[in-house]
């Protein structure tokens, strides 16, 4: 499906200035800027304008975010970081391991709904459990 008919001359139609409607082209495209460029019909080089000027960030820079945040929300909802790393399109577990880091500052497993961190202490911290319980956590 081409999306030529969403871009009009000068920039975007209303329907791509949305950032959810670029999520669903970058999806469509395999989260690659190239692909991205050829179902809107419109240069590479056009399209890091288009993004420069509405999401400040380059098209490359925007898809690893984009994909770091949709890998967050599987992981959170008990993928495993393999899974999340294909189901996102990552080249290898390492990259995707490395990108989401740079992201979110921890590493994938520390969402996991199956880790005991700093979330899961958390939750501990704030419930009614009486201190005994908790200390017999460690």
């Known amino acids: 499906m081409q999306h030529k008919e969403v871009l009009d001359s000068v920039g975007l139609s ?61 992981i959170m909802r008990g993928y495993s970081s393999k899974a999340a790393a294909a189901e996102v399109k990552f080249a290898t577990d390492a990259h995707f391991c490395r990108e989401f880091k740079k992201a979110f500052g921890a590493p994938p497993q520390n969402f996991s709904p199956h880790h005991l961190g700093y979330f899961a202490l958390s939750a501990l911290k704030s419930s009614s459990a009486p201190a005994s319980a908790c200390r017999a956590v460690h």
């Open 14 to 74: 209303e329907d791509l200035s949305r950032e959810q409607e670029w999520e669903r082209v970058a999806k469509e495209a395999d989260f690659k800027p190239r692909n991205m460029a050829v179902l809107c019909a419109v240069s590479e080089r056009h399209l890091q304008r288009i993004f420069r000027k509405y999401f400040h960030s380059t098209p490359s820079n925007w898809l690893r975010k984009l994909q770091c945040r949709l890998a967050k929300d599987l």
